[in-house]
């Protein structure tokens, strides 16, 4: 199954997306987090990452690799980790810098949020990002989300010190951005 939005299609993870992966995650541009450096990931690591999977019905987070519909082309991937079920999960996304400022981000964020609140019945959702990437606080902004957690200087990052930034969105506030759509799940008495 894949998710499709307006501009990208959302599929599973293939053994050929990860030598794009493992770019993004070497690039200090694209690799949002000081803790991955060095930048030595190898793709033969990202590989044996996806393989080392087993199967299960308690799935708790996913990579899905985003495609851009026009051209067919990888653009990077968006991700849920710790998932309580119909609770809470935290997202993250890392886009290909070709395709910043295209809106296949945003589209790809929002395909995923969808899936989340609407197929998981999640009641928030959240992300951690920092004060050095005001892009990723502008897509998350767009999308309805709000800074509820600030984490002054506990980044380092290019020699500079930043603030972590935590990020979260209700159920109720997104279905409130998306009046084309029914919240089918009973609001919590
Ligand atoms: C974060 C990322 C996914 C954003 O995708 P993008 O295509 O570059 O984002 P956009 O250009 O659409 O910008 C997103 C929003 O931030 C705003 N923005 C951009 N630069 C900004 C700046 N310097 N200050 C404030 N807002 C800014 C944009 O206006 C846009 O909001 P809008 O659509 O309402 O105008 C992409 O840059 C990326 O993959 N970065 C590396 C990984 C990363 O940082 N991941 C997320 C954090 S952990």
Known sequence: MSLEGELVVLREERREDQKLFAALRNDADTQAWPKALPPDYTEEMHVKRLEAREFSFERDSARLAIVEKASGRLAGFVSYTGEQHRLSASIGIIVSKEFWGTGVAFDAQETLLGFLFDELGLREAHLWTHSGIPKAIGLAQRSGFAVCIRLRESVFKNG??????????????????????????????
Not at 161 to 187: C, G, N, T
Request: cysteine-free; aromatic content about 6%.
């Open 160 to 189: 500079r010190l930043l603030d972590a930034v935590i990020m979260s969105l209700l159920r109720e506030d997104y279905y409130a951005r998306h009046p084309e759509k029914a919240d089918r799940l009973p609001p919590i008495a």
